[in-house]
């Protein structure tokens, strides 16, 4: 007996969508079930936010980069795909802070600002004597305050004080989540140390610890040279998306194709496209960003909370030199720079060292960004103005004899999700008052529960595993479909 296909709508083709859809098209093969699925994506390519370029011998990302190695989900959803064997690390090297004028090393042992090795933090000169005093006295005293949630900033101060938060701490946040720390959520964005706070005395001897299992005590033999904690793959990070838009039916993929509305009929869903058409499905999974969900539910005041910081709009600048016509004075992998520094950059990799597979010999590649928390109209400005604007920056941290051989701007507009304070509190609510609505429709996606690939990656995989217990909730029907 054949059982009749449950059908399952994936709107929205960046990772974690396509995370949905290669989980659910693995479930179906080994467990033989009766399903389908449609991954509609509104715009002409898969990826989202992954986007890598080609300009002649130079491999450019046009969003992110890379991941860190620690993401398993990624990693794993990579092996799975068939490039295991494109996985490369990044050049270890140094990374810098631009501050009063010039480059400041990041002592060696911080971990998102914390100082897990207290000689390099005290030898730095970024740091002032008071300050590094003041947050070496972080080890003597216990900062679990019980608190539902705090801003980053909050919580970092209290830890450290301001000159680590100011010169070192906010800069990383900011190149990271384009959000001043003061609204950023500690708990969104940081749960690994807000746990850290709950268990240690001190954050310092927490991170120490829980970096520093039963192998890493021993003395480790020396090696000279080490890869960087970032991976990416050789032939650029958008060879996933099509490795597994590949694996999967071809009749599933449905681009150009946009939802403009989801309404509940007898127990399933009818997704209206634009045009007219229709599609019902029994259960949906949702990536797209938070205002466009609240529109398709039609439940705007349940999503307004996450509306309270709007996605940020950043650019992403890539500069390529001949290698003799920029000088680099102090060869890294790239620097930050804090929001009272007076430039528009908020960081700059230094690709062809970083990502040597990236560059042609002879050439540098630079990668620059723009947009800062609350002061993005830089975004909106034409190349040629972005470029000048970029230069003038980095003429003040490294010699730049002559005009690039090429640039590239890519503009992403309220592309990035940032997550004030109360987030999780918000989606914990969000989340009950949707499956209470729309049974079946699962939230996932950088706009809800995290914006590293790897986090969307494993939204991706836990969105797939919720459709399938909900759509073959009844014992029965999954016997019978292994059966048939």
């Known amino acids: 007996m054949k059982s009749e296909a449950r059908r399952v709508a ?31 994506e509104s715009e002409p390519r898969l990826g989202g936010k992954i986007k890598t370029l080609r300009h002649g011998a130079f491999l450019i990302e046009a969003g992110p980069d890379s991941f ?31 501050a009063k004028d010039a480059l400041y090393p990041i002592p060696a042992g911080m971990v998102m600002g914390v100082p897990t090795k207290l000689m390099p933090f005290l030898k730095s000169g970024l740091f002032s004597p008071a300050g590094k005093l003041r947050a070496a006295l972080e080890l003597l005293y216990k900062h679990n305050v019980a608190v539902d949630d705090e801003s980053v900033d909050s919580f970092f101060r209290r830890h450290f004080g301001s000159e680590l938060v100011d010169r070192l701490i906010e800069p ?47 003395r ?43 309404q509940e009929i007898a127990g399933r869903y009818r997704l209206t496209l634009r045009g007219n058409d229709t599609l019902d499905v ?20 349940s999503f307004s909370p996450l509306q309270e910081s709007p996605p940020a709009s950043v650019a992403n600048v890539v500069l390529a030199f001949r290698q003799d016509a920029i000088k680099i004075h102090n060869p890294g992998t790239g620097f930050i720079v804090p929001r009272n ?24 590649l630079l990668r620059c960004y723009v947009g800062r928390p609350g002061d993005d109209a830089i975004v909106n400005a034409d190349d040629h103005l972005i470029v000048q604007t970029v230069l003038h920056d980095l003429k003040r941290v490294m010699a730049i004899n002559d005009a690039p051989e090429f640039h590239v701007v890519t503009r992403w507009r309220n592309a990035m999700p940032r997550y004030a304070v109360g987030h999780l509190v918000h989606m914990a609510k969000l989340t009950e008052s949707v499956a209470t609505r ?40 999954l016997k019978k479909s292994r059966q048939c």
């Open 68 to 98: 860190h190695i620690k993401g398993k989900s990624l990693l794993d959803l990579i092996q799975a795909a068939g490039l295991g064997h494109t996985l490369i690390r990044s050049n270890t090297g140094q990374a810098f802070v631009f």
């Open 438 to 477: 729309f049974p079946g429709v699962v939230l996932a996606g950088a706009s809800y529960g995290g914006i590293g690939l790897s986090e969307c990656v494993r939204q991706g995989e836990d969105a797939a595993h919720a459709t399938l217990a909900h759509i073959f909730a009844r014992p029965s029907l």
């Open 341 to 364: 520094a007076g430039c528009a950059i908020t960081a700059c990799t230094w690709s062809h060292l970083k990502w040597p597979h990236t560059t042609p010999k002879g050439y540098a």
């Open 172 to 218: 990383l946040f900011s190149a990271i989540y384009a959000e001043s720390t003061e609204r950023l959520s500690a708990h969104a964005t940081m749960p690994h140390m807000v746990a850290l706070q709950k268990s240690h005395q001190s954050l310092i001897l927490g991170m120490r610890r829980s970096q520093a299992g039963p192998e890493q005590n021993k």
């Open 282 to 301: 029994d259960a949906v999974v949702l990536t797209a960003p938070g205002e466009s969900a609240a529109s398709l539910l039609g439940m705007p005041a």
């Open 10 to 40: 994936i709107i929205g083709g960046g990772i974690t969508g396509l995370s949905t859809a290669f989980h659910l098209h693995q479930q179906k093969n080994k467990g033989q079930l009766p399903l389908e699925f449609s991954l509609l």
């Open 220 to 262: 480790a033999p020396r090696r000279d040279k080490t890869p960087g904690p970032f991976t990416s793959l050789d032939r650029g990070l958008e060879s996933l998306v099509a490795a597994i838009e590949d694996l999967l039916p071809p009749s599933s993929v449905m681009r150009n194709t946009t939802v403009t509305r989801i």
